[in-house]
């Protein structure tokens, strides 16, 4: 069965519990980017606007099960400007709520029940509420208590965060404007291998980047130099790329590679083809001409999927320039209406951040992990929850 909108139900007076993804990067006691609590919003002020009494719930970090002040949701709190409560489970707090009002509680993970989805932390949890509310896609990959448990214990919808997450890539996926060019960056191939598995049956094109194109040229007979790929990967390469031939999807692997002699953000930086790659090289960029080959790409694409950077963006323009040239001709085809774009994973929105044109794409998910899931056409623990 489909699942429930909160929109399509009377909020009013009720206690909700709703639960984001607030997992946000925290530098120097200071919120570093707030796309998650931003993509949250709509939901928030949905439910406040409608009279309900919002209790926020959600995650910080891995403290698996111990409470650590750099791990608190205290700051995110501060940051919003509502009250905090220090304890999930102790729902004292409820009684003096009024219409509107919301509040955030401290990180579900310092509780050891919420990741082992244990049964008496959700219907702890769930006490004292009216109803359970999600819109934290980018951890329904996960079956936690407050994802999954939770729905035992009280009605269940979702927030206008998670069904445009499922509209938006699912739309994406099955009905996408042609040519659908994937980019799939990052470091493993090993952790992408069904998502590839699953993109070369429905894209027309993939484009293979990064440390991920390094172990696909390695595969290939290319040499790496002092590279970071995987040497246990050839035969998974060799059968990608097989399956790509029996679905006409062409692969496109870097041409040429920014490598320096240090693994260090102000080393040198020479531009070298795939197969003239020195033994002491490290590469840490894509070339040259793999950017030149990839713009051309987009002159023909309708919808672009990416996920992956193709450097070290982190260290910004100089091991980051394949990254940052990819997002800001992305956007660019994208403002003019050409290229549907639609873009998931961490370290490629900060990408995007990074070179200024976040603003610029069709849509940005909030999932790294669940995103790739979602791509791979794996249930979301947390989806199917909300369809029971």
């Known amino acids: 069965m489909p699942i429930q909108n909160v929109h399509n139900i009377d909020v009013k007076s009720k206690y909700v519990l709703l639960r984001t993804d607030f997992n946000v990067q925290i530098v120097d006691g200071k919120i570093s980017e707030p796309f998650r609590i931003d993509a949250s919003m709509p939901t928030i002020k949905y439910l406040v606007?409608?009279?309900?009494?919002?209790?926020?719930?959600?995650?910080?970090?891995?403290?698996?099960?111990?409470?650590?002040?750099?791990?608190?949701?205290?700051v995110v709190a501060e940051y919003m400007n509502?009250?905090?409560?220090?304890?999930?489970?102790?729902?004292?707090?409820?009684?003096?709520?009024?219409?509107?009002?919301?509040?955030?509680m401290e990180n579900l993970r310092f509780?050891?029940?919420?990741?082992?989805?244990?049964?008496?932390?959700?219907?702890?949890?769930?006490?004292?509420?009216?109803?359970?509310?999600?819109?934290?896609?980018?951890?329904?990959?996960?079956?936690?208590?407050?994802?999954?448990?939770?729905?035992?214990?009280?009605?269940?919808?979702?927030?206008?965060?998670l069904i445009r997450e499922i509209e938006n890539i699912s739309k994406c996926l099955?009905?996408?404007?042609?040519?659908?060019?994937?980019?799939?960056?990052?470091?493993?191939?090993?952790?992408?291998?069904?998502?590839?598995?699953?993109?070369?049956?429905?894209?027309?094109?993939?484009?293979?980047?990064?440390?991920?194109?390094?172990?696909?040229?390695?595969?290939?007979?290319?040499?790496?130099?002092?590279?970071?790929?995987?040497?246990?990967?050839?035969?998974?390469?060799?059968?990608?790329?097989?399956?790509?031939?029996?679905?006409?999807?062409?692969?496109?692997?870097?041409?040429d590679k920014g490598v320096g002699k240090e693994f260090d953000k102000n080393a040198k930086r020479e531009n070298r083809d795939a197969n003239d790659i020195h033994d002491?090289?490290?590469?840490?960029?894509?070339?040259?001409?793999?950017?030149?080959?990839?713009?051309?790409?987009?002159?023909?694409?309708?919808?672009?999927?990416?996920?992956?950077?193709?450097?070290?963006?982190?260290?910004g323009e100089k091991w980051g320039h394949a990254s940052f040239e990819l997002a800001r001709d992305l956007a660019h085809w994208t403002k003019m209406g050409k290229i549907e774009s639609i873009i998931g994973g961490g370290d490629t929105v900060a990408a995007l951040n990074a070179c200024g044109v976040f603003d610029d794409m069709t849509y940005v998910s909030t999932g790294g992990g669940a995103f790739l899931e979602f791509v791979e056409g794996k249930a979301l623990p947390g989806i199917v929850a909300l369809e029971k």
């Open 49 to 74: 606007n409608n009279g309900a009494r919002v209790v926020i719930c959600s995650h910080m970090g891995r403290p698996k099960g111990e409470k650590i002040s750099d791990l608190s949701l205290r």
């Open 82 to 104: 509502i009250p905090f409560i220090d304890d999930c489970l102790n729902k004292g707090f409820l009684a003096d709520m009024h219409d509107g009002d919301v509040v955030l």
């Open 111 to 161: 509780y050891i029940g919420e990741e082992k989805n244990d049964d008496k932390f959700a219907r702890d949890l769930s006490r004292g509420f009216d109803l359970y509310v999600n819109d934290a896609f980018a951890v329904s990959h996960r079956a936690s208590a407050s994802i999954v448990g939770i729905t035992k214990y009280l009605p269940s919808y979702a927030g206008d965060l």
């Open 174 to 255: 099955n009905n996408p404007t042609r040519p659908l060019i994937a980019f799939v960056g990052g470091g493993k191939v090993s952790t992408k291998i069904g998502v590839l598995k699953k993109l070369v049956s429905i894209a027309d094109k993939i484009v293979i980047g990064g440390a991920m194109g390094t172990t696909f040229n390695f595969a290939n007979g290319l040499p790496v130099g002092n590279s970071l790929y995987e040497e246990n990967m050839s035969d998974t390469v060799h059968e990608i790329e097989n399956l790509a031939k029996e679905n006409n999807c062409e692969l496109f692997l870097p041409l």
């Open 280 to 315: 002491d090289d490290i590469i840490m960029d894509d070339g040259e001409k793999t950017i030149a080959r990839n713009k051309a790409l987009l002159d023909d694409a309708g919808t672009v999927i990416w996920n992956g950077t193709f450097g070290l963006a982190a260290w």
